[in-house]
C-alpha cells in the first residue's frame, strides 16, 4: 500500500535536485564561460518480479551544456575568448587544471595568470611570461603571443574526448584523468573579449515555475495517500472490534 508514498518520496528527493541545479544555473548566469548543467533522471525497477516491479526515479549525475556562450567585448588586452571548443591549460598546486574562462591579467613576474593568479600554460607546459618595454602583446587566432615583433608564446589550447567526464574546481577551473589533445583547427582565440556564461535566465526561471508545481502537485498527492492510509486503518480498527 505504501508504493505510491514511497514513488512520491523518490520523485521530490530527484526535483529537490534539480532544484539546486538550477539554483546554481541562475546564480552563475553572470560567469564568465560558465556553462548550464541539467539533472539526468532514470527510471529505477525494484521489487521481488517483473510483474511486481515498482518503478521509482533516480537522478544518476548532472549533464553539463557545452555550448559556446554569447563572446563579450571588453577591449582588455589580456580578456580572451575561445571561439569552439576548447581550454587553456592551467598550473596550479594541485596539478595541471583546465578553463575556457579567459579573464586573465599579467601577476608581479609577468607571468600570464588567471583571475585566481594560477599560471596559464603554453603548449610546451611552460609558464607565460610577458617582456617589458617591447610593447602591446598581441594574439592570434591559433594562441600565439607576440610582443612588437618578438614571438613570445603559443597558449596551449586543447580538448577532450568526453567533456562530460570533466570535473569542476573552483574558480571556474575543471580536473580530469583524461589526455589532452589539441583543440580542433576550427577553435579560435579573440583578444580583447570574454565568454559569457551560456544559461539563459528565462527559461531557468520558466524551469523553476514548473519544477515548484510538480513539487507541489507531487506533495498532494502523497499528503492525499498518507490521508488514505490513516482512513484505512482506522475503518480496520473499528472492524476489527
Known sequence: M????????SRLSAMRREMDVIANNMANMNSNAYKGERVMF?????????QQKTSFVQDWGVLRDFRVGKLEQTGNTFDFAINGSGYLSVDTPQGRRYTRDGHLRMDADRRLVTSGGHPVLDNRGRDIVIPDGLGIPAVSVDGTINVGQQ??????????ENEQEL???ANGLFATTQDSIPAPATTTLVQGMVEASNVEPILEMTNMIELTRQYQSTQSLIDGENDRLKMAIQRLGRNSN
Open 2 to 9: 505504501e508504493n505510491t508514498t514511497y514513488i512520491g518520496l
Open 167 to 169: 570535473r569542476k574546481t
Open 151 to 160: 614571438q613570445v608564446a603559443k597558449i596551449d589550447l586543447v580538448h577532450f
Open 42 to 50: 532514470e527510471e529505477f525497477l525494484k521489487g521481488p518480479a517483473q
